[in-house]
């Protein structure tokens, strides 16, 4: 497979979900909801259709995992993983802090990923063994050697009240050990601002392949170490990530873990 092709394609349908974004953007008609946080609109899920429609023109025998719409042609060897809006509340409330996410995984290995932010027209990409990019010029994670130096980003995932406990109990122990944490609304931007050195470090719990895929990859490419909470390598499976600059990753690991504390994490 031409994977200069499919960069090209993932990157014209990024800029197709995006042109539906933009439009949409300060004029949303109609919310609903997926769960009592969880909001969808009709950009998010016409920002799909026409990122879908790109990718099916090129490569109609592809998987894809999409989070509106679910799945098709599973049994392929090949699988796009699509966020048409990650961040969705904060699009809502015109935030202009979200992005568009695509990633393709052969055989379940992330090959490329790309996270677009429409509004500010930054571009962040990577393939595997080729680096990592924004807007075409090189990335890479920041030196930072301690925790104590750094500035480091999270996520509450919508159902958090449901795993409040561990949830702020990391939160709580990680703001103590750092110059700060953020919490900006779009995990794939985090994991990005990870990869070009804005940010430190990164984790969040109960994700899906969506919010996850393409940023792993880009943060991967940039230098950064991608893990879950236990130090495993990165599956688009599993259900939680930690991104760093490999300098600072063993602490985050040792602040990340509850078990001294005896508190679940679910």
């Excluded at 969808?40 to 025998?61: G, H, L, N």
């Excluded at 990633?103 to 490329?112: G, M, S």
């Excluded at 230098?223 to 259900?239: E, H, W």
């Amino acid at each position: 497979m031409d994977f200069e092709h499919a960069k090209r394609i993932g990157i014209a349908a990024a800029y197709n979900g995006a042109k539906v974004l933009t439009k949409h953007f300060g004029n949303i008609s109609q919310v609903d909801r997926k769960g009592a946080f969880d909001l969808v609109t009709e950009a998010d899920t016409e920002s799909e259709q026409q990122i879908i429609k790109t990718i099916r023109e090129a490569f109609p025998d592809h998987a894809i995992l999409a989070e509106e719409s679910g799945t098709g042609h599973e049994n392929s060897e090949y699988q796009w993983i699509i966020d048409p809006l990650d961040g969705t509340t904060n699009y809502v409330h015109q935030l202009p802090i979200f992005t568009i996410a695509i990633a393709l995984a052969l055989n379940d290995e992330i090959v490329f990923g790309l996270v677009l932010n429409p509004i500010d027209g930054e571009l962040f990409s990577a393939a595997a063994g080729k680096g990592a990019e924004l807007n075409g010029k090189p990335i890479r994670t920041s030196s930072t050697a301690s925790v104590h130096d750094s500035l480091l980003a999270t996520g509450f995932h919508y159902n958090f009240g449901e795993i409040l406990e561990p949830v702020m109990k990391r939160f709580t122990v990680c703001q103590n050990e750092s110059q700060g944490v953020r919490r900006l609304g779009s995990a794939a931007l985090d994991i990005c601002y990870v990869a070009c050195g804005r940010f430190d470090g990164f984790w969040e719990q109960n994700l899906e392949p969506w919010d996850m895929a393409a940023g792993a990859i880009i943060a991967a490419e940039a230098g950064g170490m991608v893990t879950n909470f236990s130090s495993q390598p990165f599956s688009i499976n599993q259900k939680e990530i930690l991104v760093t600059n490999g300098k600072i990753h063993q602490e985050m690991l040792s602040l990340l873990d509850l078990t001294d504390q005896n508190l679940s994490q679910k």
